[in-house]
């Protein structure tokens, strides 16, 4: 259970910093209370946290042997593509990021009512992260984690992950958004993910 927490803990946190889902939190952040913020954001993480984790066990009942391989490749995969991406990059702030989430609360906001609430901030931060969230690296990382790993320690860890994040989003906001390097985050993702997957490689022989 440890080790699965550890996994969690490492991967979505390094996976998260950085990610749209960061940026719109901080966004958030900068138009409205933290606490309301925070809660609407983390309450769609750990969500969506457990979803994947019951995709996860879903596909636990596949040979155990399958999922380990797919685990440790999936892992490579990641890892070997964030490195060469990392290449790419430059040492600036991730603006690509920065953009989307920016666009996406300006498209929410121009919806709702100008007058706002704690329950409409909490809407609003639930329901921008919950859809950026679907489909991203980090759900399908937390749903290989919880197939071959104890479901309970990948929750947590990556609950953890996800609340450290959104901590630091909604609590640094402007700061962090300006010195993010893209290229650091990217390099130091994808060498956590070789390095898991050449962990999940070992255990196999």
């Known amino acids: 259970m440890l080790s699965a927490f550890t996994a969690g803990l490492l991967l979505v946190s390094i996976s998260e910093l950085g990610d749209k889902t960061f940026f719109i939190a901080a966004i958030l952040a900068m ?8 809660i609407g954001a983390i309450t769609a993480l750990s969500l969506m946290t457990v979803l994947s984790v019951l995709f996860g066990q879903a596909a636990a009942l596949l040979p155990q042997i399958y999922i380990q391989w797919a685990e440790a490749i999936l892992f490579l995969g990641f890892g070997t593509k964030l490195l060469l991406d990392a290449r790419n990059m430059s040492d600036q702030p991730n603006v690509e990021e920065q953009e989307e ?5 300006k498209a929410a906001e121009a919806k709702q009512p100008k007058r706002q609430t704690p329950w409409s901030v909490i809407t609003e931060a639930f329901t921008l ?4 969230e679907w489909g991203d690296r980090t759900q399908i990382t937390t749903i290989a984690l919880a197939a071959a ?3 309970l320690g990948v929750t947590l860890g990556a609950i953890l992950g996800h609340a450290i994040c959104a901590a630091v989003a909604v609590a640094c906001g402007r700061l962090v958004c300006g010195r993010i390097s893209e290229r ?4 130091m993702g994808g060498g956590l993910f070789l390095v898991f ?3 999940g490689l070992r255990e196999l022989f």
């Open 149 to 151: 790993n104890h479901p």
């Open 101 to 105: 989430a920016l666009s996406a609360v």
């Open 31 to 38: 138009r409205h209370p933290r606490r309301w913020v925070f």
């Open 129 to 132: 992260t919950f859809i950026a």
């Open 197 to 199: 997957g050449l962990v």
């Open 184 to 187: 650091a985050i990217t390099a």
